[in-house]
């Protein structure tokens, strides 16, 4: 049963464009969710994160929006950049403010290729 | 810094055989945790070590077993390797838990044939 689900699998972007990754989740316990982005060859960094109590947060070209009623979140790339090119991953975890021993649960990845 | 060293970085194994994937990180982390990667399946956890002297199955365990040697190294065994545990295999720690950043090693290519 897969918790995470995310969306789309590939995505081709203009360098400039915007680029939009979608993630939803079932369990509404979940309390922690974060942006993984991995290059090829290389182990996954964390991107950006964010919790239940704000519905965005921005670093720089960088956006998370959240939300909570639908139960998804959303990486919005802005003027997406060829170095931009890796594979993206949402995660998300519960226990955050009960104390955090919850599973981190991956979703399958977006492939994101920025053409120049 | 060195942050999240793994050893080897590529392994060919026939079936049947056994080995030991080394992690190592120098960030003072408490926890630790062992991922494989296939395609299309995302990052899914195989063990976690919450602290030095614990450690805990994660969601695909079985084949596996780990050690927390010292609380800078976590070890992942394969006793008797099987085609399906061809995958990368990442060494990730934390400070402390799921809800704190976690880092990254480089990554084991294993192939079973």
């Known amino acids: 049963q897969q918790q995470v689900k995310q969306s789309p699998q590939s995505l081709i972007v203009q360098k400039g464009g915007i680029s939009i990754i979608n993630c939803a989740y079932e369990?509404?316990?979940?309390?922690?969710f974060p942006w993984y982005q991995q290059f090829p060859g290389k182990g996954p960094a964390l991107l950006i994160a964010?919790?239940?109590?704000?519905s965005e947060k921005k670093e720089g070209r960088f956006t998370i929006s959240f939300n909570k009623s639908a139960k998804q979140f959303s990486l919005h790339i802005m003027d997406s950049q060829p170095g931009d090119s890796a594979t993206y991953f949402c995660?998300?975890?519960?226990?955050?403010?009960?104390?955090?021993?919850?599973?981190?649960?991956f979703g399958k990845g977006t492939k994101l290729s920025v053409k120049p | 810094n060195a942050g999240v060293t793994q050893t080897p970085k590529f392994q060919v194994l026939k079936t049947g055989q056994s080995m030991t994937l080394q992690c190592a990180q120098d960030?003072?982390?408490?926890?630790m945790y062992w991922y494989r990667q296939d395609p299309g399946m995302g990052l899914r956890l195989i063990y976690y070590?919450?602290?030095?002297?614990?450690?805990d199955k994660g969601e695909v365990p079985n084949g596996y077993n780990v050690s927390r040697l010292n609380k800078r190294e976590f070890s992942l065994r394969l006793e008797s390797a099987a085609p399906s545990q061809t995958s990368v295999y990442f060494c990730?720690?934390?400070?402390?838990?799921?809800?704190?950043?976690?880092?990254f090693g480089p990554g084991t290519r294993l192939t079973v044939t």
């Open positions: 995660a998300a975890s519960k226990g955050f403010y009960g104390g955090s021993q919850g599973n981190l649960i």
């Open positions: 960030m003072n982390h408490n926890s």
């Open positions: 990730a720690s934390s400070l402390a838990g799921y809800n704190y950043e976690q880092y």
């Open positions: 369990n509404t316990a979940f309390d922690y």
């Open positions: 070590s919450a602290s030095e002297g614990t450690t």
């Open positions: 964010i919790r239940p109590d704000v």
